[in-house]
């Protein structure tokens, strides 16, 4: 998720149509952004809206850098609730729906004025910068580029405005990027800019800056590793923002120390092949480095700082996810999230295509719906080598879907770096449980969820399960109820259904529930016919007690009530 800053892709939101081009234009610059359309007036947008003030106030909350296509006011109203939040700003511009203007409005100290010259640049306009230190200076010196590190926030503003006041500086270390900027410099001024890795006391006439060029090697996961850490950086004489990130021998990869310890400390994992020491694991990966031995761990210093994408690998991820049974509305946020941080998405060509759309930069391995073993193994294969990795599902991915055949991939895997891979089942609304909430509550008491396709079981046994559990009055519900090349069972299976269950029973038939031109009829078991059944729909045979009643907005409710009758 490369984007400005290393921040989070921007969100381009749009109003209307004739935002569009501007819109085109601003991504064609950062092409990780994705447009987002008001519903029912953009149509061709990457995403949809309902709301403008909620989505800007949601983007906000998450950090998301806004590029805006409206009027400042706009922006300014409709965040002026959320703007006392504690938590880091995210960059917000309002930009002229024709692109004629520029406006950086909030996240000075995460760029946004970098980012209004970029859109600038690609707009062919000049932004408006307004902040009195970037356009004495030409640049932001509280907000050093990727790389580096502020020390402190609140002393590098009284240093600025020395600065204003027209104190002379000298800077002291490598700054590459103040090269252009107009500083009043002075080689024998009193306020220095001091560029390095060392810790050093705090001075009112210094601003610090710490480039991200350290890394601290380990060999395993341990309780309170990220005290450890601090204390090698400290034995270092490093000051903690110049960590770039840990490197970690690969073999203690799924070790969850590890997480909560990069998580405390803010950086990334980064992982290496350690066959020697750790000295020579932390040399291979960081050439050039100083390296010196703490407590046990290696603190490597690099002389510039270092792109974290290059120190060893990631560890690689595989999300099996559930995409619910078809409407945007109802797929879980966590899923939304895994979509988008994707590099690779593998499944049954339908349900990639109802996942996306995706980005350019994602890769999409679409695979016949029978192939779920060796796409199971493909997905670990990826993942094996750093990638995040999505497998789709429709519905919910535990539920006669690809978890369990991704668990059986791992199960007989000897490969250690498959066991080693981030592995997450995230659930969804299975067709079962839709198709119920649109009848009202038929699996309001005990039921029980069966596969009819005889493709992966011999059909003796379903005929057996069937038989049981209609005799104990479970209420059940029937995937895969019927196919083309298995017309006559569904047939059958209602055969024995109705040794146990009368005539009356109700039955709900969801066909393509959440997609478009869905379906939902409900009959009776007597009335129930093959024909009335295809693939995409879920049929739900009710129990003894399950019952109906009129709906005033037409066709009927129908549940099965909590209670059961005592034992007669
Ligand atoms: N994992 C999926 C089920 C896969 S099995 C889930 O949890 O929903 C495929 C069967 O699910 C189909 O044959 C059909 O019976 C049912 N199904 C899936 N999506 C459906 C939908 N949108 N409407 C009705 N039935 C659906």
Redesign the pocket.
Same mark, same amino acid.
């Given at each position: 998720m490369a984007g400005l800053n290393g921040q989070q892709a921007a969100a381009i939101v749009i109003l209307g149509a004739g935002s569009l081009a501007t819109a085109r234009r601003i991504q064609q610059r950062y092409p990780q952004a994705a447009i987002h359309g008001l519903r029912g007036r953009v149509e061709g947008a990457d995403s949809q809206y309902d709301s403008f003030a909620d989505t800007l106030r949601a983007l906000y909350r998450q950090g998301t850098p806004i590029i805006a296509l409206c009027a400042a006011g706009i922006v300014i109203r409709c965040l002026a609730s959320v703007l006392d939040e504690k938590g880091a700003e995210p960059p917000v511009l309002a930009v002229a729906e024709d692109g004629s203007a520029v406006v950086p409005l909030l996240g000075g100290l995460s760029g946004v004025n970098g980012m209004a010259r970029e859109l600038g640049e690609a707009l062919g306009v000049a932004a408006a910068i307004t902040t009195s230190g970037e356009l004495r200076f030409g640049t932001c010196l509280l907000n050093p580029p990727e790389g580096y590190a502020l020390a402190d926030l609140e002393q590098g503003k009284r240093f600025v405005s020395d600065l204003l006041a027209g104190e002379p500086v000298r800077i002291e270390g490598d700054a590459p990027w103040l090269a252009q900027a107009q500083l009043p410099a002075s080689d024998g001024a009193q306020r220095t800019i001091h560029v390095g890795c060392e810790a050093r006391a705090a001075s009112r006439s210094e601003l610090l800056i710490h480039p991200r060029a350290v890394v601290v090697a380990l060999a395993a996961g341990a309780p309170g590793l990220a005290e450890q850490v601090r204390g090698a950086l400290r034995a270092a004489g490093i000051a903690e923002p110049s960590l770039a990130c840990l490197l970690v021998a690969e073999q203690a990869m799924a070790e969850p120390s590890l997480q909560d310890a990069a998580a405390e400390l803010g950086v990334a994992l980064r992982f290496a092949a350690m066959s020697g020491t750790l000295a020579d694991m932390a040399a291979q990966a960081l050439p050039g480095a100083r390296l010196s031995e703490q407590q046990g761990l290696v603190v490597a210093v690099a002389p510039a700082p270092l792109d974290v994408a290059g120190v060893g690998r990631k560890r690689g991820r595989l999300a099996v996810i559930?995409l619910g049974?078809?409407a945007a509305e109802l797929m879980v946020p966590a899923v939304k999230a895994e979509l988008s941080r994707a590099q690779d998405i593998l499944g049954y060509e339908t349900y990639v295509r109802m996942a996306g759309p995706f980005r350019h930069d994602q890769v999409q391995h679409c695979t016949d719906n029978r192939e779920e073993m060796q796409r199971a193994r493909h997905a670990f294969e990826l993942a094996a080598q750093g990638r995040s990795v999505v497998v789709v599902?429709?519905? =919910?991915?535990g539920?006669?879907?690809m978890a369990a055949a991704v668990l059986e991939a791992l199960h007989a895997s000897t490969d250690p770096a498959w066991h080693r891979v981030d592995l997450e089942i995230l659930p969804?609304v299975?067709?079962?449980l839709?198709?119920a909430a649109q009848a009202g509550a038929p699996l309001g008491h005990d039921f029980c969820v069966m596969?009819l396709s005889d493709n992966l079981k011999p059909w003796s046994i379903i005929e057996k399960r069937l038989d049981l559990a209609a005799e104990a009055d479970l209420v059940l519900a029937?995937?895969?109820?019927i196919s083309k090349s298995r017309p006559h069972q569904l047939g059958l299976a209602l055969d024995v259904v109705r040794r146990h269950r009368k005539g009356d029973t109700p039955v709900v038939l969801?066909? =393509?529930?959440?997609?478009p031109g869905?379906t939902l009829k409900v009959v009776t078991l007597a009335e129930l016919q093959p024909g009335m059944v295809d693939?995409?729909?879920?049929?739900l045979v009710g129990s003894s007690t399950t019952c109906t009643f009129e709906r005033l907005a037409g066709g009927c409710w129908a549940y099965t009530p909590r209670w059961y009758p005592a034992p007669r």
């Amino acid at each position: 998720m490369a984007g400005l800053n290393g921040q989070q892709a921007a969100a381009i939101v749009i109003l209307g149509a004739g935002s569009l081009a501007t819109a085109r234009r601003i991504q064609q610059r950062y092409p990780q952004a994705a447009i987002h359309g008001l519903r029912g007036r953009v149509e061709g947008a990457d995403s949809q809206y309902d709301s403008f003030a909620d989505t800007l106030r949601a983007l906000y909350r998450q950090g998301t850098p806004i590029i805006a296509l409206c009027a400042a006011g706009i922006v300014i109203r409709c965040l002026a609730s959320v703007l006392d939040e504690k938590g880091a700003e995210p960059p917000v511009l309002a930009v002229a729906e024709d692109g004629s203007a520029v406006v950086p409005l909030l996240g000075g100290l995460s760029g946004v004025n970098g980012m209004a010259r970029e859109l600038g640049e690609a707009l062919g306009v000049a932004a408006a910068i307004t902040t009195s230190g970037e356009l004495r200076f030409g640049t932001c010196l509280l907000n050093p580029p990727e790389g580096y590190a502020l020390a402190d926030l609140e002393q590098g503003k009284r240093f600025v405005s020395d600065l204003l006041a027209g104190e002379p500086v000298r800077i002291e270390g490598d700054a590459p990027w103040l090269a252009q900027a107009q500083l009043p410099a002075s080689d024998g001024a009193q306020r220095t800019i001091h560029v390095g890795c060392e810790a050093r006391a705090a001075s009112r006439s210094e601003l610090l800056i710490h480039p991200r060029a350290v890394v601290v090697a380990l060999a395993a996961g341990a309780p309170g590793l990220a005290e450890q850490v601090r204390g090698a950086l400290r034995a270092a004489g490093i000051a903690e923002p110049s960590l770039a990130c840990l490197l970690v021998a690969e073999q203690a990869m799924a070790e969850p120390s590890l997480q909560d310890a990069a998580a405390e400390l803010g950086v990334a994992l980064r992982f290496a092949a350690m066959s020697g020491t750790l000295a020579d694991m932390a040399a291979q990966a960081l050439p050039g480095a100083r390296l010196s031995e703490q407590q046990g761990l290696v603190v490597a210093v690099a002389p510039a700082p270092l792109d974290v994408a290059g120190v060893g690998r990631k560890r690689g991820r595989l999300a099996v996810i559930g995409l619910g049974p078809g409407a945007a509305e109802l797929m879980v946020p966590a899923v939304k999230a895994e979509l988008s941080r994707a590099q690779d998405i593998l499944g049954y060509e339908t349900y990639v295509r109802m996942a996306g759309p995706f980005r350019h930069d994602q890769v999409q391995h679409c695979t016949d719906n029978r192939e779920e073993m060796q796409r199971a193994r493909h997905a670990f294969e990826l993942a094996a080598q750093g990638r995040s990795v999505v497998v789709v599902s429709s519905g =919910d991915p535990g539920v006669f879907a690809m978890a369990a055949a991704v668990l059986e991939a791992l199960h007989a895997s000897t490969d250690p770096a498959w066991h080693r891979v981030d592995l997450e089942i995230l659930p969804g609304v299975s067709a079962s449980l839709a198709t119920a909430a649109q009848a009202g509550a038929p699996l309001g008491h005990d039921f029980c969820v069966m596969s009819l396709s005889d493709n992966l079981k011999p059909w003796s046994i379903i005929e057996k399960r069937l038989d049981l559990a209609a005799e104990a009055d479970l209420v059940l519900a029937f995937y895969n109820p019927i196919s083309k090349s298995r017309p006559h069972q569904l047939g059958l299976a209602l055969d024995v259904v109705r040794r146990h269950r009368k005539g009356d029973t109700p039955v709900v038939l969801g066909r =393509d529930i959440g997609r478009p031109g869905q379906t939902l009829k409900v009959v009776t078991l007597a009335e129930l016919q093959p024909g009335m059944v295809d693939m995409r729909t879920m049929v739900l045979v009710g129990s003894s007690t399950t019952c109906t009643f009129e709906r005033l907005a037409g066709g009927c409710w129908a549940y099965t009530p909590r209670w059961y009758p005592a034992p007669r």
